[in-house]
């Protein structure tokens, strides 16, 4: 956020008479922050639904004919379904990858939205009557 909106605002601004920069910082502060808003909203919801998602399709590999839960050992002893702490334990694991899954997942999102707002801070410049400073007022 810093590396996009910092230089957008600078060039918002720049051509901007000193008088005009006030009404100019609220009118451009109001979408910004109506879209993190929205941008906040929006990645909840996902992450909720892909969490419940993901819990699902993991979960769905979680049976007593799975060889990993075969297995004599340790991991056994506290992965056994047929037991109430097994189950609970089970349900934690699956919860938890379910959860990194899912930030996985809608991380792509933001990246998405991001990398092309940086791309065209790059096509930007300055007007003509700024870069020189012997011109600038």
Do not use: C
């Not at 600078?10 to 502060?29: D, H, K, N, Q």
């Not at 075969?70 to 379904?81: E, K, M, S, V």
């Not at 702490?85 to 809608?106: F, P, W």
């Not at 998405?112 to 011109?135: H, K, Q, Y």
């Amino acid at each position: 956020m810093g590396l996009v909106f910092s230089p957008l605002q600078m060039l918002a601004f720049v051509t901007l008479s000193p008088s005009m920069r006030t009404e100019r910082a609220s009118l451009f502060s109001l979408p910004r922050n109506l879209g993190a808003a929205i941008g906040v909203s929006v990645a909840t919801s996902a992450l909720a639904r892909n969490s419940q998602a993901m819990h699902e399709m993991i979960g769905a590999s979680v049976t007593p004919f799975n060889r990993a839960l075969q297995t004599g050992g340790p991991a056994q002893q506290w992965l056994d379904p047929a037991t109430r702490q097994g189950a609970a334990m089970l349900d934690r694991t699956v919860n938890h990858q379910a959860q990194i899954v899912a930030y996985a997942d809608d991380y792509v999102l933001p990246i998405m939205t991001t990398l092309p707002a940086m791309l065209s801070l790059s096509l930007m410049r300055l007007p003509r009557a700024t870069l020189d400073p012997r011109v600038a007022k």
